[in-house]
Each structure stands twice: as structure tokens, then as C-alpha cells.
Nanobody
Framework: VQLQPFGGGLVQTGGSLRLSCTASGRIYNSNYVMAWFRQAPGKEREFVAISRSGGNTLYADSVKGRFTISRDNAKNTVYLQMNSLKPEDTAVYYC??????????????????WGQGTQVTVSS
């Protein structure tokens, strides 16, 4: 499975950005769990949001109410709509996929496939 992210960039505080990540590969299917993580300089990679195959979503407390994860299974694409962005949201954002849902969904080691990161910078 290959994951190709799109989006990212520079935005002012309070602004919005939308990230997308398209999956490809013979074994990928819409039952895969898709998630977003991020990693700021000098910090560990942290969970942002997850979309289960049935449409259920979960978010990190730090982004709840501001970010929305969604998916278009016909396009094998997952989106991350980011609103009311803050400087602390500045990070490299990664999409990830897993064949199975885990209760440890915020643990990056639970994911089988990763896209290359895309930089999001929020200026103050």
C-alpha cells in the first residue's frame, strides 16, 4: 500500500487548511483504518485523528472541535480539514493506514503503512 499526501503549507493563525491522502496498491481496500499523525520539531510523533471503515472517527483532545477527518472510499482518499489553526499545530503531518482497528489507535506502531510527511506551518 502506498499513501500519497497532498496539501499543507503556510497559513496564519485562525486560518484553515485541508490535507488529503490517497491510498493505492493491490491489497488496499476500504476496510482499512486511516489516520493522521503529526510530528513537531524535537517532539515525538503524535496521534491526530482516525477514521474507521464504518465511518467512526476519533480525535486527539488538542484538535477536537477544530479538525475533521473524513474519507471518500470511492477515491481511496482520506481528508483532514483543519480549522482555527494555532501555531502549536505547526508540524509535519503524516497519514497512516492499518488493516485492523486497535484500541491502541493512538500508538503509531499499530499502523502498517505511512505516507511521506507534509509540512503545515501556522504563523502567529
Amino acid at each position: 500500500v502506498q499513501l500519497q499526501p497532498f496539501g499543507g503549507g503556510l497559513v496564519q493563525t485562525g486560518g484553515s487548511l485541508r490535507l488529503s491522502c490517497t491510498a493505492s496498491g493491490r491489497i488496499y481496500n476500504s476496510n482499512y483504518v486511516m489516520a493522521w499523525f503529526r510530528q513537531a520539531p524535537g517532539k515525538e510523533r503524535e496521534f491526530v485523528a482516525i477514521s474507521r471503515s464504518g465511518g467512526n472517527t476519533l480525535y486527539a483532545d488538542s484538535v477536537k472541535g477544530r479538525f475533521t477527518i473524513s474519507r471518500d472510499n470511492a477515491k481511496n482518499t482520506v481528508y483532514l480539514q483543519m480549522n482555527s489553526l494555532k501555531p502549536e499545530d505547526t508540524a509535519v503531518y503524516y497519514c497512516a493506514a492499518s488493516r485492523y482497528y486497535s484500541r491502541d489507535y493512538s500508538d503509531a506502531t499499530r499502523y502498517d503503512y505511512w505516507g511521506q510527511g507534509t509540512q503545515v506551518t501556522v504563523s502567529s
